[in-house]
């Protein structure tokens, strides 16, 4: 029984705890450079604290996604920004399992570009802090502040579960923190290029998993939820 978090703490004072609490641990942050993940990195940035901010760059990202990496790091140089994605190059992916995989098969793509690496990225992490909000739905509505992860054997950290996307908008701009300007042009959320579309008339405020595999039912990439079903399932895309 993991205990230690209070009902209705905030965030800030939820990462201050975990700081202090697992001071000596190794206490990864992890972000996919959405607005979540920003509001938590600033929150990390404040203590002072150099707790690696580890990210998978799935080859796949955004052209602002990588510029808004490079300002994040600029702004926070004593955090470091950690690539742990793939080194499987888009070339060598079709050449081994034909083109457009993450169209014929995006469970498999994700397990290749995302699920894969992160387990990588985990081993030998004792603590994950990570920006999920169980107003974001689906499988997340289940999501506490502090819980055991058992797909990857680590304390789990959610500072911002109790949040919504109104409440990090407003962290967002009280505390400037540098967000991806794709929020202004209707992207609710960032990930590959391939399997995510702006939605129309969302505003950065708002939050929706509408634009992500559009066309399909699947809304998670695997990474917090069914990773290990999803590792053990597509374990043939092992680069």
């Not at 990588?66 to 140089?77: E, G, I, K, T, V």
């Not at 690539?83 to 457009?100: D, K, M, Y």
Request: hydrophobic share 35%; aromatic share 10%.
């Amino acid at each position: 029984m993991i205990t230690g978090i209070a009902g209705g703490t905030a965030p800030e004072e939820i990462v201050a705890w975990t700081l202090r609490r697992f001071a000596g641990r190794r206490v990864v942050v992890s972000t996919s450079f959405g607005m979540e993940g920003c509001a938590l990195v600033d929150m990390v940035a404040r203590h002072g604290v150099p707790v690696p901010v580890i990210y998978l760059d799935t080859m796949f990202l955004f052209p602002e996604t990588y510029a808004l990496r490079d300002r994040m790091a600029a702004r926070y140089p004593h955090l470091t920004f950690e690539n742990r994605g793939t080194s499987l190059t888009p070339g060598a992916q079709a050449e081994r399992f034909g083109p457009e995989l993450w169209r014929r098969d995006p469970d498999a793509c994700c397990g290749l570009r995302k699920v894969e690496p992160m387990r990588r990225a985990l081993e030998g992490v004792e603590v994950w802090m990570t920006g999920l909000m169980r107003s974001q739905g689906g499988e997340r509505t289940g999501i506490r502040e502090l819980q055991w992860n058992d797909a990857y054997g680590l304390i789990q950290v959610n500072p911002l579960a109790g949040w919504d996307r109104g409440r990090v908008w407003d962290y967002i701009a009280a505390h400037d923190v540098p967000y991806n300007e794709l929020h202004e042009r209707g992207y609710p959320t960032l990930g590959c290029t391939h399997c995510t579309r702006p939605v129309p008339g969302a505003r950065p405020e708002h939050y929706t998993r509408l634009g992500r595999w559009a066309g399909t039912d699947k809304t998670e990439c695997g990474l917090h939820f069914d990773a290990g079903r999803t590792i053990e399932r597509k374990a043939w895309v092992q680069p």
